[in-house]
């Protein structure tokens, strides 16, 4: 099967600053790479997601990067801000339909 | 459209106990999924469905029970319950196999479980 393994496992970065979170998958054959915020006693939602055909793709303040040799993909969020204190999860897909998680990142933003 | 729903959201049980956890979408889609969530490990897949009237193991299936009889219900059972088995269950749809274009999983809101 897939291991997804998502580091750092916290994160805390000052208001306006960049944060990165990176992930690395084994299975060559995933080709559906998710990111997810979970606020705290919430729903984990759906903040953007690339396909193995993309190497970047964004959206507004969040970008994801995709090494499909290296097998690694990483999120990248820009001036963050408070509301973006969340965990944050990485997900690869797997045999058909299947989502394996990364263990998540909770990340701090300090004003 | 409500989206993905779960019932109950909270529920404490005895050890032995057993339980239904149920799990309704209105989004008309193929796929829907169980989850646990449990501190630092992320989101386990327990057992999954890729239409109406099946079901498949998924990562840690030991213990529980599935049944799709409905393409917008999926249940979660437990028919003797563990303190292990105290979690966040989670349940997500999605309208095909994640290799379609835009074939997210929409998550419900979770159901927090304790089993004493």
């Known amino acids: 099967g897939e291991n997804v393994e998502q580091h750092p496992s916290t994160l805390s970065v000052q208001e306006g600053d960049s944060a990165v979170i990176k992930c690395t998958y084994s299975d060559s054959a995933s080709n559906y790479f998710p990111w997810y915020k ?18 970047e793709k964004k959206d507004q303040r969040i ?6 040799t290296a097998k690694h993909f990483s999120l990248h969020i820009t001036e963050t801000q408070p509301e973006d204190s969340a965990v944050y999860f990485c997900a690869a897909s797997y045999s058909w339909g299947k989502l394996q998680f990364g263990a998540g990142t909770q990340v701090v933003v300090t004003p | 459209n409500a989206g993905v729903t ?28 169980w989850y646990r969530q449990d501190p630092g490990m992320g989101l386990r897949l327990i057992h999954y469905s890729v239409g109406e009237g099946t079901t498949a193991k998924g990562e840690v299936p030991d213990g529980y029970n599935v049944s799709r009889l409905k393409k ?44 004493l």
């Not at chain 1, 970008?63 to 499909?68: C, E, F, H, I």
């Not at chain 2, 779960?6 to 008309?28: E, H, I, W, Y």
Request: glycine content about 10%; some cysteine; aromatic content about 10%.
């Open chain 1, 63 to 68: 970008a994801v990067t995709l090494n499909k």
């Open chain 2, 72 to 115: 917008q219900n999926f249940l979660l059972g437990l028919e003797s319950a563990a303190p292990s088995q105290t979690s966040v269950y989670f349940c997500a749809s999605s309208p095909l196999g994640l290799g379609f274009v835009g074939n997210e999983q929409f998550f419900g809101p979770g159901t927090r479980l304790t089993v």
């Open chain 2, 6 to 33: 779960q019932t109950p959201k909270f529920r404490v049980l005895k050890t032995g106990q057993s339980m239904t956890l149920l799990c309704a979408q209105d989004m008309n889609h193929e796929y829907m999924y």
């Open chain 1, 38 to 55: 979970q606020e705290l006693g919430k729903r984990p939602q759906l903040i953007i997601d690339i396909r193995s055909n993309v190497g």
